[in-house]
């Protein structure tokens, strides 16, 4: 926190933003009054846009803690005081999906469940040496990415602290990422897809085909299952060959973005067979008769014996595929959906290009 002094030796300047000011370092500072106690923040930034993003969110922090009387006359906030106003800030960000909330939610129970001590903590009690103390634990448990997403929860929450001038800084700021191994997903080969598919036809049960015809559709396509679900034959086009992913009717795909790309053979054959057999079916109705087959899945896996495979497999499964016969990692990418060009599916199928390379190297000869 600065003092008024700094400010009257020309240290800090105004800028067009009511409470922002810029140091003399150029890096900006966020202010703001609780309980009529002046509250500085660091942004972390020189950048002027970078600073009013960041600004609005300690601003939202501040409202908050306002709009529940919090103050700094009453300083014993408790961690679970704290969450509940940052789970309160995610709740109105309408750019959040539902089930990112709820991803949230599930990951501060789980926090709870590993440190039962926290929830009733004072924020101004919580020392850097019991969340080091609790990290150490919780990474010898939890998988990486578990714990990385917990430490930032634990971040904003403290944050809130700050925010409201309970906390002069955030003691979270210690602990540090730990680094994520990419895992291979477990995938069939094709011979087992194949007799997977064939199990699952000849289930003898009601929705058995329906089930098959849902799991080969993930596999051509490479949907998420809700973008499965929510697909209608007005999405089809065989005239153009094409494909339209809108996702869900509430939230659409998971970048919010449609995305178009022609079908593979196999899901335009797939997709005019099931046409046919539902010669009736209006434009809007929906392509897939059930929404899921993870039963039909695990019962025919178990026939053919092959690993334990999901919904989502299906989707690597796609990509697996689309790699293996010679298709680029960045056209892959935009069929999947990803906006990064295609850094995520190097990662996650960079060993298939570099396999691929290899066998396509040793057709190359510059011998007589």
């Not at 080969?189 to 058995?208: C, D, I, K, T, V």
């Not at 153009?240 to 939230?251: D, H, Q, S």
Request: aromatic share 8%.
């Amino acid at each position: 926190m600065q003092n008024q002094t700094a400010k009257k030796n020309g240290t800090w300047t105004k800028t067009r933003l009511k409470n922002l000011l810029r140091h003399k370092s150029g890096r900006y500072y966020a202010r703001a009054y609780v309980g009529g106690k002046e509250v500085w923040q660091p942004l972390g930034t020189s950048h002027f846009s970078v600073a009013e993003a960041k600004l609005a969110k300690f601003l939202e922090q501040y409202r908050s803690v306002r709009r529940r009387g919090a103050t700094i006359a009453s300083a014993k906030m408790t961690f679970d005081e704290a969450a509940k106003m940052h789970l309160e800030n995610l709740n109105r960000n309408v750019k959040i999906k539902q089930r990112t909330r709820e991803y949230w939610g599930e990951t501060l129970t789980a926090l709870y469940k590993s440190w039962p001590e926290l929830r009733p903590a004072q924020l101004r009690n919580i020392r850097q040496t019991d969340l080091e103390e609790w990290a150490g634990d919780y990474a010898k448990t939890a998988s990486a990415t578990r714990y990385n997403n917990t430490v930032h929860l634990v971040r904003h929450i403290l944050g809130v602290g700050m925010a409201a001038g309970v906390l002069a800084h955030n003691v979270a700021n210690a602990l540090h990422r730990i680094s994520v191994k990419p895992k291979e997903p477990p995938l069939p080969s094709l011979a087992q897809f194949n007799s997977l598919l064939h199990e699952m036809q000849e289930g003898h049960g009601r929705f058995s085909k329906a089930c098959a015809d849902l799991a080969a559709g993930l596999a051509f396509t490479g949907c998420r299952l809700g973008e499965a679900r929510s697909l209608t034959w007005d999405d089809i086009n065989f005239d153009l060959g094409r494909i339209v992913i809108r996702g869900t009717p509430e939230t659409g795909t998971k970048n919010r973005e449609i995305r178009r790309f022609r079908l593979l053979p196999d899901a335009r054959a797939l997709f005019e067979r099931m046409r046919a057999d539902f010669p009736d079916d209006r434009p809007e109705d929906r392509v897939f008769r059930v929404g899921e087959c993870q039963k039909a899945i695990d019962r025919a896996v178990n026939k053919v014996g092959m690993k334990r495979i999901t919904h989502h497999s299906l989707r690597h499964f796609f990509a697996t595929r689309c790699i293996e016969s010679g298709v680029d990692i960045p056209t892959v990418s935009r069929w999947l959906g990803h906006k990064d060009g295609g850094v995520l599916a190097m990662k996650t199928y960079g060993h298939l290009r570099d396999e691929h390379d290899q066998a396509q190297a040793k057709l190359v000869s510059f011998g007589a």
